[in-house]
Each structure stands twice: as structure tokens, then as C-alpha cells.
Nanobody, 123 residues
Framework: QLQASGGGSVQPGGSLRLSCAAS????????VGWFRQAQGKERELVAA????????YYADSLKGRFTISRDNGKSTVYLQMNSLKPDDTAVYYC??????????????????WGQGTQVTVSS
């Protein structure tokens, strides 16, 4: 089970840190991705991280503002979001990859999803 949290409402330029906590699975064996879906738009991959945390992927438009990290001891993946813009408003979801072990995070395919957490950026 994946539990996403940390969403909320912030002003443009603000920051939020999302958390994705896992239970009931060998979480540390799986790459994890963060996705987002804005109203009326398709779900898109925001960032992904390998099972050990050594490799990360970011959508080009988000590089430099978002940082993905993980703490396997806590079975948690984080998404630090800085310099938030109104276009970042969306429901954010975390998901584990479709297979364990070594993984090309740039071509992340989600298998198991958590519930979403709403992020609203507005003045």
C-alpha cells in the first residue's frame, strides 16, 4: 500500500515536500515514480528514482525545481518541490515500477498506485 501526503495550497514561489510511504511490499526493491494530473490533462511522469536512489529522472520542464529522494529504511520516497508555479497545480500520485531491481527510470512504467494528494499553487 502506498500513502501519498504533503499536498496543500501555496503561493507562487513557495515550496512543498510530498511523501510517499509504503507498507506491505518489498518497497526498497522497486523504483518509484511521482506523477501528476492537472484538471483536464493527462497524467504525466514528474520524477522517478531507482530502487537504491542512485539514479533519478525528471521531466525536462521541472529540472532544477523538483528533487526526488528516498529513505528505504523508512520505506518512503519524497518529492521536494521549490519555486512552485500555478502550472504545478495538480493531483500528485506516487507509484512503484512494474518490476523490481535494476530499472531504466527514464522509461518508468507504473504498476501499483497510491492515492493522490492535491497541490494547489495560487495567489
Amino acid at each position: 500500500q502506498l500513502q501519498a501526503s504533503g499536498g496543500g495550497s501555496v503561493q507562487p514561489g513557495g515550496s512543498l515536500r510530498l511523501s510517499c510511504a509504503a507498507s506491505g511490499r518489498t518497497f526498497s526493491s522497486y523504483a518509484v515514480g511521482w506523477f501528476r494530473q492537472a484538471q483536464g490533462k493527462e497524467r504525466e511522469l514528474v520524477a522517478a528514482i531507482s530502487w537504491g536512489g542512485a539514479t533519478t529522472y525528471y521531466a525536462d520542464s521541472l529540472k532544477g525545481r523538483f528533487t526526488i529522494s528516498r529513505d528505504n529504511g523508512k520505506s518512503t520516497v519524497y518529492l521536494q518541490m521549490n519555486s512552485l508555479k500555478p502550472d504545478d497545480t495538480a493531483v500528485y500520485y506516487c507509484a512503484t515500477a512494474n518490476r523490481p531491481g535494476r530499472y531504466d527510470v527514464a522509461h518508468f512504467k507504473a504498476d501499483y498506485w497510491g492515492q493522490g494528494t492535491q497541490v494547489t499553487v495560487s495567489s
